[in-house]
C-alpha cells in the first residue's frame, strides 16, 4: 500500500545525527528505508482531521486561534507561531492554555497541548487602519499511540477587525472575561481579580532604599523571572536582587521559580536632592493553581520619600529611627 506523503517513521527520522538536527530546525526529513505498516498508515488522520484548525474574532484587538487536537494525538506547545499582515496590526501578547509536560523520545521533557487549544493573540493597531488582518498560524503534532510525527503545519485565514473607537479598551476587565477568553467553564472555581491575588505595596524607611512587599493568596503564585522593577521619577535604581522564591514544575513554561507566599524585595536607590517622593514602576504576572494565568500586569507606586535632614539625624544617632509614609498606590 503507497505510504502517505506527509508522514515519516519516528525511527526512520532520527536514524542518523544529521536528521536529528534538521529536526530540531523545525524540518521533518521522510526517510525511507523502511516503510510504516499498512494497518498504521490506514490509522492515522490527515492533517487537517488530527489537528483542525479555526480562527475568531473577539474584540478590535483580540483574536482566539482554535486547534482542535483528536484524541491520540498532541501538539508541542513551542512549535506555535504567529505572523499577521500587514505592518500596522501586529501581535502584542500570546495567551496560551495549561499545557501537559511529556517525556518526549527525541526532546526529553516538552510541553504539548491536547484536546481544544485555544490560544488568544492580543493585537497591537496603528491607527488608522484597514482592519483587515491576515493571519498566519504555525504549528506541529505527532500521533502517540503509532508514534509518527507530522510535518509544520500553517494556515493562513483573512480576519476582518472591528473599528476601534475612543475609549474602547479590549483589555480583559474581570476573571470572568479570562475564564471566557481561555475556555475555563463558568461552573469551576471562582478566581481572585489580579489586584487581589497579588497586592503590591512599597514604602521608604530611609532615602536610599524601597521596600516592596507583595501579598499573594493562598493557591496563588508569582512568577520570579517575570517580575522586575523601574524607576518612573524621582531617583535612580540600583543593581538588586530578588528573593529566592521556589521550583515549580509549571504547566505554561515548564521548570520555573515563583513566589507561592509574601514576599519582600529590598530595592537600593540613589534620589534626586530635591525629590521628595519617587515613583515606582512593577512589572509582574501570576497564575491561580486551579487552572488560570493571568496577563502581565503593571503597577506605579507614589512613594514618600524621608527628608534628608531625617536621614542625616538617623545615621548621627542610630537609636533615633528614620520615618516615611509610603505613598498611595496609583
Known amino acids: 500500500m503507497k505510504q502517505k506523503s506527509y508522514l515519516s517513521s519516528a525511527a526512520d527520522r532520527f536514524k542518523s545525527s544529521f536528521a536529528r538536527l534538521l529536526m530540531l530546525c523545525g524540518i521533518v526529513i521522510g526517510l525511507a528505508s523502511t ?16 489537528f483542525a484548525f479555526s480562527a475568531q474574532v473577539i474584540s478590535p484587538e483580540k483574536v482566539a486561534v482554535t486547534w482542535n487536537i483528536a484524541p491520540g494525538y498532541y501538539m508541542y506547545l513551542d ?11 501586529t501581535i502584542s501578547d500570546i495567551s496560551y492554555p495549561p499545557a501537559r509536560t511529556k517525556q518526549d523520545e527525541f526532546f526529553g521533557d516538552v510541553q504539548i497541548l ?37 510535518a509544520p503545519i500553517a494556515h493562513t485565514v483573512a480576519l476582518t477587525l472591528p473599528e476601534t473607537t475612543a475609549g474602547q479598551s ?7 472575561d479570562l475564564q471566557q477568553l481561555l475556555g475555563v467553564a463558568a461552573s469551576g472555581p471562582e478566581f481572585l481579580a489580579a489586584e487581589e491575588a497579588f497586592r503590591l505595596e512599597a514604602r521608604s524607611d530611609r532615602r536610599d532604599t524601597l521596600i516592596a512587599q507583595f501579598f499573594v493568596a493562598p493557591g496563588y503564585y508569582l512568577y520570579r523571572d517575570k517580575l522586575r522593577f523601574e524607576m518612573l521619577a524621582g531617583a535612580t535604581l540600583e543593581e538588586h536582587a530578588l528573593p529566592p522564591g521556589v521550583s515549580k514544575q509549571d504547566p505554561y513554561f515548564g521548570e520555573v521559580t515563583i513566589f507561592p507566599a509574601d514576599f519582600t524585595a529590598e530595592l537600593p536607590i540613589v534620589a534626586d536632592a530635591a525629590a521628595s517622593e519617587v515613583r515606582l514602576i512593577a512589572h509582574f504576572q501570576g497564575c491561580a493553581e486551579q487552572g488560570i494565568c493571568y ?16 536621614d542625616a539625624a538617623a545615621s548621627e544617632n542610630p537609636n533615633l529611627s528614620a520615618s516615611g509614609e509610603a505613598g498611595n498606590n496609583t
Open 35 to 50: 516503510p510504516l505498516g499498512a494497518q498504521d498508515s490506514e490509522d492515522l488522520l490527515e492533517p487537517d482531521q488530527a
Open 79 to 89: 512549535k506555535f507561531s504567529f505572523d499577521s499582515d500587514p505592518a500596522g496590526i
Open 114 to 150: 491536547e484536546g481544544s487549544a485555544r490560544i488568544i493573540l492580543n493585537l497591537s493597531r496603528g491607527a488608522p487602519d484597514s482592519g483587515q488582518l491576515q493571519l498566519t498560524a504555525r504549528g506541529q503534532g505527532c500521533n502517540d499511540p503509532v508514534g509518527v510525527c507530522y
Open 170 to 176: 479590549s483589555a480583559i476587565n474581570s476573571v470572568t
Open 295 to 310: 496577563p502581565p500586569a503593571k503597577k506605579t507606586l507614589l512613594i514618600s520619600l524621608p527628608s534628608i535632614i531625617s
